[in-house]
């Protein structure tokens, strides 16, 4: 999984319907730390080249029986924050 978005950085530079993903999480069930990575689409992803910016998160994770995993739960968490509300999620083939 992963999103679309548009998102200015820091720098000012404007990215329009950037490609992002989780690409790393680590953590316990007391809270995760996941990095986010964007790339300048998919294709470049699937291609192996670099990300062009990351950010770094934390959430708790709910870890009950019929909880969604973990790497959903990130993306549900960011979907909640201000900037990637209206994201569009990006389904890898058996996803959904």
Do not use: C
Request: hydrophobic letters at 30%; glycine letters at 12%; a negative charge.
């Amino acid at each position: 999984m992963g999103i679309l978005i548009n998102k200015t950085l820091d720098n000012g530079l404007y990215l329009h319907r950037v490609y992002a993903r989780i690409d790393s999480i680590s953590g316990y069930k007391g809270g995760l730390d996941f990095s986010f990575n964007f790339y300048v689409s998919r294709e470049h992803f699937m291609q192996g080249k670099g990300y062009i910016h990351q950010e770094m998160h934390h959430f708790v994770p709910d870890v009950g029986n019929r909880s969604e995993n973990f790497i959903r739960q990130g993306y549900i968490h960011l979907k909640k924050l201000e900037g990637y509300k209206e994201a569009e999620n990006v389904w890898e083939e058996g996803q959904n």
